[in-house]
Nanobody, 113 residues
Framework: QVQLVESGGGLVQPGGSLLLLCEGA?????VGWHRQAPGKQRELVAAITIGSTNFNYANFAKGRFTISRDNAKNTVYLQMNNLKPEDTGTYYC?????????WGQGTQVTVAS
């Protein structure tokens, strides 16, 4: 069973920054960060392949968010800068493998004055 743990969320003012972490206890493969705001569907924020050879960003994330990873630490990061109130939501990481997909429990991000 793949276990993913997200951390790094919190309350931040508009314009602030947060660094989210996604740690996999038994390794971590191709990973996407997703988010879900209250009353809205879950959406992809950014994704990275296992070798950091391919990246994918949602339009709202381009120029503000950066996804990266440290395979030695089984960790994928999401650096979020210039946060806006509309970035508020629960952020989840998703580890996609050949025959299965795994989700963490999520970390809450709230952007408010």
């Amino acid at each position: 069973q793949v276990q993913l743990v997200e951390s790094g969320g919190g309350l931040v003012q508009p314009g602030g920054s947060l660094l989210l972490l996604c740690e996999g206890a038994r390794g971590i493969f191709n990973v996407g960060w997703h988010r879900q705001a209250p009353g809205k569907q879950r959406e992809l924020v950014a994704a990275i392949t296992i070798g950091s050879t391919n990246f994918n960003y949602a339009n709202f994330a381009k120029g503000r968010f950066t996804i990266s990873r440290d395979n030695a630490k089984n960790t994928v990061y999401l650096q979020m800068n210039n946060l806006k109130p509309e970035d508020t939501g629960t952020y989840y990481c998703n580890d996609v493998r050949e025959h299965a997909s795994y989700w963490g429990q999520g970390t809450q991000v709230t952007v408010a004055s």
